[in-house]
């Protein structure tokens, strides 16, 4: 059983910059592959960014190309987002998560159904 607590969320103004954190305990975490979704309010959980189990591969939604960037430290059990050039609609409840298995294909990494372990989310707000 792998527990994931992230952190890091918070308000920021457009264009500003926010760095989530995500630990995680109870699993071997260099066996995961670890991914970000969020969902903003009234709206479904989507998938934002994924890197495998070494960090040397990683794949983001086109939303947020160029602007935000995933990296682990499996010494540290913990995975990170970097969020710069902050937009309103990056408004949301951030979550990570973990999977055991994961098939390196868009469809696959990007589908929220491919990963057993979940966080509690972190709120991120964006002001105009």
């Known amino acids: 059983q792998v527990q994931l607590v992230e952190s890091g969320g918070g308000l920021a103004q457009a264009g500003g910059s926010l760095r989530l954190s995500c630990a995680a305990s109870?699993?071997?975490?260099?066996?995961?592959?670890m991914g970000w979704f969020r969902q903003p309010p009234g709206k479904e959980r989507d998938f934002v960014a994924v890197?495998?189990?070494?960090?040397?591969?990683?794949d983001y939604a086109d939303s947020v190309k160029g602007r935000f960037t995933i990296s682990r430290d499996n010494a540290k059990n913990t995975v990170y987002l970097q969020m710069n050039s902050l937009k309103p609609e990056d408004t949301a409840v951030y979550y990570c998560?973990?999977?055991?298995?994961?098939?390196?294909?868009?469809?696959?990494?990007?589908?929220?159904?491919?990963?057993?372990?979940w966080g509690q989310g972190t709120q991120v707000t964006v002001s105009s």
């Open positions: 109870g699993g071997t975490f260099s066996s995961y592959a």
């Open positions: 890197i495998n189990w070494s960090g040397g591969s990683t």
């Open positions: 998560a973990a999977a055991s298995f994961l098939i390196w294909r868009d469809s696959y990494y990007s589908s929220h159904r491919s990963y057993v372990y």
